[in-house]
């Protein structure tokens, strides 16, 4: 079965500071990890995602996420936030085989202060 | 290429009404997903379907149901409303079933009073 914990429920940075947002998978077979991120009253908009080819992964918006087998990790980093960066992020993942299915974490709030 | 599309936007019905959403997929994509988001119980699928046929069903009453046409738009019924039945419903479409990434509509808001 696959899951995904995401640590830290809200996370709030400073504009132009770093962005780390934590993502830690479980998976009996090598999984496929997405990062998605929703606005406001909005859908789920794809950042990036891992299927197995390059293990640093970079998305839209100046995103990117490095997949770490060893540490059953695929946290997501942004060098400098964006007042527009602000919004709830989604860690997910599914099986290669099964990409219809998603898990979702529980998601991360992300404030961005000036 | 147009994305997902979802109607109606929002929804408000009573305890006990029936209510049908409707997804219309990215061009060409011929899977479509649905998912429900609450707070409490976070993002969860509800159910896949693939060529009018359903793939994956998740861990939901049979109250919560859902069809798909040859056209590959989707519906989604959910009968005998529960208050606890209001949430986000999203749903996502993918080209090839097992293969591909999923793309998100805006969601349905529906409120059950």
């Known amino acids: 079965a696959q899951s995904v914990t995401q640590l830290g429920s809200h996370v709030s940075v400073s504009e132009g500071a770093l962005v780390l947002l934590r993502c830690n998978y479980s998976?009996?077979?090598?999984?496929?990890l997405f990062w998605y991120v929703q606005y406001p009253n909005q859908g789920l908009q794809l950042l990036l995602k891992y299927t197995s080819a390059a293990t640093l992964v970079k998305g839209i918006n100046g995103f990117e996420a490095e997949f770490k087998k060893s540490e059953t990790s695929f946290h997501l980093t942004k060098p400098s936030a964006h007042m527009s960066d602000a919004a709830e992020y989604f860690c997910?993942?599914?099986?290669?085989?099964?990409?219809?299915?998603?898990?979702f974490g529980t998601g991360t709030r992300l404030q961005v202060f000036p | 290429k147009a994305g997902v599309t979802q109607t109606p936007r929002y929804l408000i019905k009573t305890r006990g009404q029936q209510v049908t959403l409707s997804c219309s997929p990215i061009s060409g994509h011929r899977s479509v997903s649905w998912y429900q988001q609450t707070p409490g119980q976070g993002l969860q699928f509800l159910f896949e379907?693939?060529?009018?046929?359903?793939?994956n069903k998740g861990n939901f009453p049979g109250r919560f149901s859902g069809r798909q046409f040859s056209n590959s738009r989707s519906e989604m019924n959910v009968s005998t409303l529960e208050l606890g039945d209001s949430a986000l419903y999203l749903c996502?479409?993918?080209?090839?079933?097992?293969?591909?990434?999923?793309?998100f509509g805006p969601g349905t808001r529906l409120t059950v009073l």
């Open positions: 996502a479409s993918s080209g090839l079933a097992g293969y591909d990434t999923q793309y």
């Open positions: 379907y693939f060529s009018e046929t359903q793939r």
């Open positions: 998976s009996s077979v090598p999984p496929y």
């Open positions: 997910a993942v599914t099986r290669p085989d099964n990409t219809d299915k998603l898990i």
